[in-house]
C-alpha cells in the first residue's frame, strides 16, 4: 500500500540528546514536509524540500535539522539545542512541487523529553 | 501577513445535529488554496477538500458541505446529521505566497465532539 510510514510511533529521550525521527513515503512525491503540533495549536512548519538535495527553513527552524538524500526519504533531527522538543511530529508530502496540492500525512511521532 | 482563524476552539454536539465549522482567512494573494483536514484521534491527518480562490462553488460531499465566500474570506464546513465517527480535530489551511512554495498555513483547529 502506498503511503507514508513515520517511526517510531512514541519515542522517548533525556534531555540534552540529539533524536532523529523517521518519515518514508512511497508516494513518489516530490515535496516533503515536517510539522510540529503542541497541545491545542495548529500545525506549524519546520523544515520543507520540495527536490532531493533540497531543502528550506519552515516557521521554527531553530534546533532542527533535515536532509532529504533520497526521493523517499526526509528525516527529522530534534537537537540538543531545542528548547522544548516534547511535542507531536508530523511528517506529509505532496505529489508536485512549487504547487499547492493537498498534503499527505503520516501517523506522526509523539516525542517526550525529559 | 497571511493568516487562518478558527474562532471556535471546542464544539458539542449530540449525534444527528448539523454542525458548522468556521474559517476565516487573510491573505493579500489573488492566487490561493484553502484546504480543510479532519485529525482523529489517531492523530494523522486526513484531507478533506481543496479549493482554489478562482472556483467560489459550493462543494458538497456526503453529509460535508463546504461554503466558500471570498467577499467575507470565509470558507465554513458542515456537517450534516453528525455522527460519533465524525467526532475529531478539524483544521482549515491556506496557502502561501500563491501555492508557489506549497507551504500551508494552518488555523488553529476546531475540536468537534459528537457524542451518542
Known amino acids: 500500500d502506498g503511503g507514508i510510514t513515520q517511526s517510531p510511533k512514541y519515542l522517548f529521550r533525556k534531555e540534552g540528546q540529539n533524536v532523529t525521527l523517521s518519515c518514508e513515503q512511497n508516494?513518489?512525491?516530490?515535496?516533503m514536509y515536517w510539522y510540529r503540533q503542541d497541545p491545542g495549536q495548529g500545525l506549524r512548519l519546520i523544515y520543507y524540500?520540495?527536490?532531493?538535495?533540497?531543502?528550506q527553513k519552515g516557521d521554527i527552524a531553530e534546533g532542527y535539522s533535515v536532509s532529504r538524500e533520497k526521493k523517499e526519504s526526509f528525516p527529522l533531527t530534534v537537537t540538543s539545542a531545542q528548547k522544548n522538543p516534547t511535542a507531536f511530529y508530523l511528517c506529509?508530502?505532496?505529489?508536485?512541487?512549487?504547487?499547492?496540492?493537498?498534503?499527505?500525512f503520516g501517523p506522526g511521532t509523539r516525542l517526550t523529553v525529559t | 501577513a497571511q493568516k487562518v482563524t478558527q474562532a471556535q476552539t471546542e464544539i458539542s454536539v449530540v449525534e444527528k445535529e448539523d454542525v458548522t465549522l468556521d474559517c476565516v482567512y487573510e491573505?493579500?494573494?489573488?492566487?490561493?488554496?484553502l484546504f480543510w483536514y479532519k485529525q482523529p484521534p489517531s492523530g494523522e491527518l486526513v484531507f478533506l477538500i481543496r479549493?482554489?480562490?478562482?472556483?467560489?462553488q459550493n462543494e458538497i460531499s456526503g453529509r460535508y458541505s463546504w461554503n466558500f465566500q471570498k467577499s467575507t474570506s470565509s470558507f465554513n464546513f458542515t456537517i450534516t446529521a453528525s455522527q460519533v465517527v465524525d467526532s475529531a480535530v478539524y483544521f482549515c489551511?491556506?496557502?502561501?505566497?500563491?501555492?508557489?512554495?506549497?507551504?500551508?498555513?494552518f488555523g488553529q483547529g476546531t475540536t468537534l465532539q459528537v457524542k451518542p
Open positions: 506529509a508530502s505532496s505529489p508536485v512541487q512549487g504547487i499547492t496540492y493537498e498534503q499527505y
Open positions: 508516494l513518489n512525491h516530490d515535496a
Open positions: 524540500s520540495q527536490i532531493v538535495n533540497d531543502f
Open positions: 491573505t493579500r494573494d489573488t492566487t490561493y488554496y
Open positions: 479549493r482554489n480562490s478562482f472556483d467560489e
Open positions: 489551511a491556506l496557502s502561501e505566497a500563491g501555492g508557489n512554495t506549497g507551504k500551508l498555513i
